[in-house]
Each structure stands twice: as C-alpha cells, then as structure tokens.
C-alpha cells in the first residue's frame, strides 16, 4: 500500500469529517470508522499508523455510553482521545480555529504516529486498484451507470482495477439531457473500452409516465422502474457476484451513522430484490466531493463529466411539470442544451452551482409571424450554494439572460416566453418538483 493512514474513530462527535479533513490537509490519508470497529477488522487495515477516538456530544447511542471494544487498546497502534472521558489513552483537545487545529494534529500524526505525508490522488487510486483487486479477485461487478460524477469515477476506477470484468450498465429513461447518454457511450465504449451496456427504455418510462401529474407519483414511477429495467439486465448477464457503487463519504453522513441522525436516506441504486443481493464494491466511499473529482481526472475522464452540475436521478422528468408530453419533454430538453451553452461561453458554468430551465403545463398567449399563437413559457433557474439546504439566486447580467431568451424564442419549439425564477430557498425549492 502507498499511503498510511489515521484511523479517525466515530465516537459521537459531530466534528468527524473536519478533523479527517484536517488530516488530509497534512497530506496524509484518513478514513473515518464506526466506534465498534473490532480490534481484527482495525488491524486488517492498511497501513494505520494511528488512532483517535473522537468523542462527542453523540456519545449516548440508545441510553448507553459507547466506547471502544477493550482489545482495541492493545494493538499497539498509537491512540489519541477527544472529548471521550472513558478512553484508556492520552488525551487531547482539539481547536476550532482551522490553523491551529491543523498544528495541533501535526503533532500526532507526524511526532507520534510518524506517518509520512504520501497522500494524492495517484497514491489513492493504486491502492484501492490493489483493493479493490483483493475483494473482488477474478469474480464479475456490474455497475450502474448514470453518467453523474460520482458513477462515472467509479466506473473508471473498476475498470481501471479489474477491466473486463466490469460491466456497466446505463440505463436511458428518456429524461437524460440532450447529449447526456452519447457522450456515456463516448467515452466508456469508444474511449475507455468498458463493457458498456446501453439500454434505450425511454419509451417505456415514458409509458409508465404518461397521464402521471403527481411529483411524488412520478419520482416513484421513475425510481421504481429504473430499479426493474436495471434488475431485467442483471438477470441477463451470467455469474455477477459484486455490484459497484459510486457511494461518497456525504451520502453515508446523510444516511446516518451509527451516533448521528439520518438526514436522507440515500440510495444509488435503490432497493434491488431479494435474490437479487450483491456484495457491494464501494472504493470511493471515504471520498468528499472535490477529492472524487480530482479522482475522476487523475484517471482521465474529462473536465466535463468531472465537473458536471448536480442532476437528479428523476432527470428531466421533474423539470417537466405535471404529466409529461414528449412536445414540452422537448422544449425542456432544447431550452437546457441553449442555456448550458451560453453559460459555457460566459464562463458562468465555472461559477453558478446548478443552472438549468423549466417547462410549465400551462400556455399563454402571444404573437407570432402577425399570429396569435398559444405557446408554453420556459422558465431559467440559476442559483448557487454550499449544501443544496439553501440557495441564493445568481443575479446574471442583462445581456446573457437575453441571448438567452431570444436563442430559446427562435430555436425551440413550442415556446412563446421566457421567465427568470428569481426565488431563493426558501422558500422555493431548488427543483420545481
Ligand atoms: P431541492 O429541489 O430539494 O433540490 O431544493 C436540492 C438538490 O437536490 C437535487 N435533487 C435530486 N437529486 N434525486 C437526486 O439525485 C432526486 O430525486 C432529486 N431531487 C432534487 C436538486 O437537483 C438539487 O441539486
């Protein structure tokens, strides 16, 4: 293995992923761990040069004080605690302030642990490559797709580690953007040579869709259906022991650890059934979001699948309002393509979080050619945050927002208006749906 590694154990505290943050700062590699690591499971890590137990105002999980398994004390691993009154090892404080708290770990993890400081990206990825090997060995993993940042790194990654043996499988829902599911098959199958299999289900979801007005309805429908299309190509192929998955260190935060409350539940694949349970490859699940990108272009995929804005699973689908018709699935679908392209030359893609349009149910009047024409509005979004909790609204200059709209008015069809959504969140929700 090419890096060492400090061992940050969760013992209620809610400061978890500073402090591995932290570590990371100094250049070496941290990973955070649930407080009933068995002394075995911390001994087979690799290369752990120290241990701290991270204590905090969590520390009552069920009416019990949690604390370590005893024999952990025993593995002769250096061992620091914080705020965990119970440990049987010295103890320290750690700072808020950044830069001292940065000082105060170097002592620690440099004097005490003497780990080096071999954390990168390069060092990262050969050794989950090495890891991902031992777990898997000569057995099949099949992968899920959706073109989004964190399934495309890990697609590169497996391929990287085991090559044919993966299988990918993208499925299209018809709610994909313009240019979305090619630039998949760009780049799996004629650039990196994945096994790739592509399956074009538009026209079933939108079967399923048709009629449907009801956001929650058609998240479920849209979610489900992903599930049994994705279920229906694993039965197809033969002896998959391992499903892969872009799972990040913020998707296990949200989903709860075993002392913090679940904010989301959160799944990439969802629910597949019963007989259908495979061990899970995860190599990115220590990852934060800006370590996962670095990832995705140490091993070469390209800036723009690297750096793609959040999308949602359900896809155009919500951003389509009320029952989706393929005439406004259209509109939204043109009208997103033109505002991802004049932001691009505007050099606001760099700096605008999310950006995208809405299509309405509704018409209003207008004129065209000397006509009265009666035509759906596009609706622009563009806002930026931190944790997608709260958003501001991007307040974008006058002369793009209008090659905006006029490239909108005169290329897409169906489209007479174009509105600016100036709502902040709250009380709007980013999405409309
Ligand atoms: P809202 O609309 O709740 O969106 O303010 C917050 C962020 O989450 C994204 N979003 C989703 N992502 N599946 C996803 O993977 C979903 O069903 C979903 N709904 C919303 C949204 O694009 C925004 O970035």
């Known amino acids: 293995m090419k890096q060492d590694m400090i061992v940050i154990l969760d013992l209620g505290s809610e400061e978890n992923t500073v402090v591995a943050r932290a570590i990371r700062a100094l250049g070496v590699y941290s990973e955070i761990y649930p407080h009933d690591i068995t002394a075995k499971e911390l001994m087979e890590l690799p290369n752990v040069k120290g241990v701290i137990l991270n204590g905090g105002p969590n520390c009552v999980v069920d009416g019990v004080q949690i604390d370590v398994a005893a024999d952990l004390y025993q ?225 070469g995929l390209p800036h723009d699948m690297v750096f793609r804005q959040p999308f949602p699973g359900p896809g155009l689908g919500v951003r389509c309002l009320g029952a989706i018709t393929k005439e406004r699935l259209e509109a939204v679908r043109e009208s997103d393509a033109i505002l991802r392209e004049e932001f691009a030359k505007a050099g606001l893609d760099q700096k605008v979080w999310q950006y995208f349009t809405i299509v309405p149910d509704f018409k209003s009047v207008g004129v065209r050619e000397n006509a009265r024409c009666f035509e759906y509005p596009v609706i622009l979004r563009a806002v930026n945050t931190v944790d997608a909790m709260t958003a501001t609204i991007e307040q974008l200059d006058w002369a793009v927002l209008m090659k905006i709209t006029n490239r909108i008015l005169k290329e897409v069809k169906n489209v007479n208006r174009v509105c600016y959504d100036l709502s902040p969140k709250p009380t709007a929700t980013i999405e409309w749906e």
């Open 75 to 299: 593995t002769g691993i250096p061992m620091i605690a914080v705020n965990h009154p119970a440990a049987k090892c010295a103890a320290i404080s750690l700072p808020k302030d950044e830069e001292e708290l940065k000082d105060t770990l170097k002592n620690f993890v440099f004097d005490v642990c003497n780990a080096q400081a071999n954390w990168n990206m390069k060092n990262f990825i050969e050794d989950q490559v090495e890891l991902v090997k031992r777990q898997v060995g000569d057995k099949k993993v099949l992968l899920a797709l959706s073109g989004g940042v964190d399934s495309s790194v890990v697609a590169a990654l497996l391929l990287k580690a085991i090559g044919e043996n993966l299988t990918c499988v993208h499925v299209n829902h018809g709610l994909m953007r313009k240019g979305e599911s090619e630039s998949v098959i760009e780049v799996f199958k004629n650039q990196m040579n994945a096994n790739l299999v592509y399956v074009d289900a538009s026209e079933r979801f939108l079967g399923k869709l048709a009629g449907v007005a009801d956001p929650e309805e058609k998240r479920k429908i849209i979610g489900g259906e992903f599930i049994r299309v994705f279920e229906e190509e694993a039965r197809k192929l033969d002896g998959i022991d391992f499903l892969g998955q872009g799972t990040i260190y913020p998707d296990i935060v949200e989903s709860g650890t075993k002392t913090a409350k679940t904010v989301k539940s959160h799944h990439n694949v969802g629910g597949l059934p019963e007989d259908l349970q495979f061990a899970l490859v995860e190599p990115l699940r220590q990852l934060f979001k800006d370590e996962v990108r670095a990832c995705g272009l140490e091993l």
